[in-house]
């Protein structure tokens, strides 16, 4: 992949007994927000500390913005941002300290860590806590503290292990507009259970399951690979008694309908039937131009997607 | 160069924001000058023997600084590990060597500020007699490079555990074993100990400076203990890399 920032080829972590990553390969596009999820114990964290070099691999190769990850560990780390999941800060110290320590660790002077740390503090609201110990603080603003010390040198890749655990309903929402935000300047790695999240900030997800890369794409890649053929939920307006047996009849009579099955009636407050149909292709057009023709209502037409959890359900229960 | 400045100076803030700082610094002053005034192992105290000296002090110090220093240099790494801020620290672009010898230059600043209050001692003595300067300046580079070398040992002992007790129970164990008992268990294993032996002991080598000696072979010696340590230090804290 031409545009890939972050390339990753058979990563092979073993610890004494378990193999937490067996021969992960994977690539992240420059401006991308990649979702790494698993169950627990998958092997997220294990790639994450990998790619931060907090942790080495046991074989593979990794390449951070065109450097070799492991013969370069020291510059490729000057280009990353960091928020660990546990984001453990010194609680003695107030959090203006912390991060001009932080910043002057990244090689910026006294003057250009103030400066810094004013344009990210209200990025990350943190304004009114710039003078308090991090003791006193609050587990979302802990974790605001430690998303501002991961972009506080303003990284080309940022790396964040479950960024909202922990954190109120209003938390969850502002970091993860935050993150879409990122999205814009920044490639980001994010590692998460919560799979709305996901759906809403994430560009492309890879699973990983059992120390294996078990999916790789967008959801809308993954949903047509679970499904294998085309699902539609069609309503169609009908007064009769027999639950739309004519009109299922004829549905199923469409070319490239496999099967028709007959889901409910309703009625709100147009009296219809609902049917969905299994197809070799997308037959959207198709059905509209057929009820046009025969003068049926089309109440509903739509492509039943699954959802997130579904998806990650299917892959990690195959694998 | 500027990382290491930079981790030292955040250290040293942290060891006088914790109370083992203060009792640390209280109980050395007191121990040595409690031994300063009173005599050690029952020999002549500052009184009895009508000289201006501090030999009593350079005797007595080095012992309470065995007992002390592991208490400073105890949460150095261990805490770090325990609390997961090592997860940040080490994914800064900064070398594991420089990690640790910044934490020992933050931990030299103690024994720099434990030291300094001493300086009551040679006050005194000045007050009362012509010491000799040059004794007193060789026993304090003595008590800065053997203190040096305990808090090498100690900030080694705390990468190899995350209970700072555990850490500190270590690092009171070697620095006292490298002290002194090394000294008491070739007494006895040999009638006339060989001199090489006897120079793998802190307190042999301390001797000369307590004297006021300042021989380069002393000040070699316990550079190259502490360096050891220090590559010790980094070797173990690299270590997490192959686990």
Not at chain 2, 155 to 182: E, K, P, R, Y
Request: with cysteine; proline share 4%.
């Amino acid at each position: 992949m031409a545009d890939a920032v972050i390339q990753i080829r058979n990563l092979v972590k073993e610890y004494d007994t378990i193999t937490a990553l067996n021969g992960v390969s994977f690539d992240v596009k420059q401006g991308e927000i990649l979702g790494l999820l698993g169950p627990n114990g998958a092997g997220k964290s294990t790639t994450m500390k990998i790619l931060t070099s907090f942790i080495s691999a046991t074989s593979g190769q990794v390449t951070v913005d065109g450097l070799d990850l492991f013969a370069n560990p020291i510059e490729t780390r000057a280009r990353i941002g960091y928020l660990p999941e546990s984001t453990a800060l010194y609680p003695d110290m107030v959090v203006w300290d912390y991060l001009v320590y932080c910043g002057e660790m990244r090689g910026f002077t006294r003057a250009q860590c103030h400066e810094r740390i004013r344009s990210l503090a209200g990025r990350v609201g943190l304004i009114e806590k710039l003078k308090e110990p991090i003791h006193t603080l609050s587990k979302g603003y802990k974790q605001r503290v430690g998303l501002a010390q991961a972009l506080l040198h303003n990284p080309k890749i940022v790396i964040l292990d479950e960024p909202t655990s922990g954190l109120d309903p209003n938390q969850i929402v502002e970091i993860r507009q935050l993150i879409k935000e990122l999205g814009k300047d920044h490639t980001v790695i994010l590692s998460t259970h919560i799979l709305p999240e996901v759906r809403q900030t994430c560009d492309r997800i890879v699973i990983i399951h059992k120390g294996e890369k078990v999916a790789d794409g967008t959801i809308e890649q993954l949903e047509g690979k679970l499904h294998g053929t085309h699902e539609l939920v069609v309503g169609v307006g009908w007064d009769g008694d027999d639950r739309g047996e004519p009109i299922r009849q004829e549905l199923a009579t469409l070319p490239g309908v496999l099967k028709v099955t007959h889901s409910h009636g309703a009625s709100d407050p147009i009296r219809h039937q609902v049917f969905e149909i299994d197809a070799k292709q997308d037959m959207r057009a198709a059905i509209f131009a057929w009820a046009n023709d025969r003068g049926h209502t089309l109440v509903e037409l739509r492509r039943r997607s699954l959802d997130l959890e579904t998806i990650f359900q299917r892959i990690t229960s195959e694998a | 160069m500027k990382q290491i400045w930079v981790i030292a100076r955040r250290e040293l803030a942290s060891t006088f924001d914790s109370p083992i700082a203060y009792i640390s610094a209280t109980v050395f002053l007191v121990a040595t000058g409690l031994m300063f005034f009173f005599g050690i192992d029952g020999g002549d105290d500052y009184f009895e023997a009508r000289q201006a000296t501090l030999r009593p002090f350079f005797d007595a110090a080095p012992w309470v600084l065995a007992v002390i220093l592991p208490a400073v240099t105890m949460r150095l790494v261990a805490e770090e590990k325990n609390s997961g801020t090592l997860e940040l620290l080490v994914t800064l672009p900064v070398s594991d060597s420089r990690i640790i010898l910044g934490k020992l230059l933050g931990s030299m600043g103690f024994l720099f500020v434990t030291l300094a209050l001493t300086l009551v001692f040679p006050a005194v003595v000045m007050t009362v007699g012509s010491p000799d300067i040059g004794a007193i300046i060789g026993g304090y580079l003595g008590l800065i490079l053997i203190g040096t070398t305990f808090l090498a040992l100690g900030l080694m002992t705390s990468t190899w555990t995350h209970n700072q007790i555990v850490a500190f129970i270590l690092g009171l164990l070697l620095c006292v074993f490298f002290w002194t008992a090394t000294d008491a268990l070739i007494k006895v294993a040999f009638d006339r100990p060989p001199m090489a032996l006897r120079l793998l002991t802190f307190k042999t080598q301390f001797a000369a400076f307590a004297k006021g000696v300042i021989d380069i072979r002393n000040v070699v010696y316990f550079v190259s203990v502490t360096a050891v340590a220090v590559a010790a230090s980094t070797y173990t804290l690299k270590s997490r890399n192959w686990r």
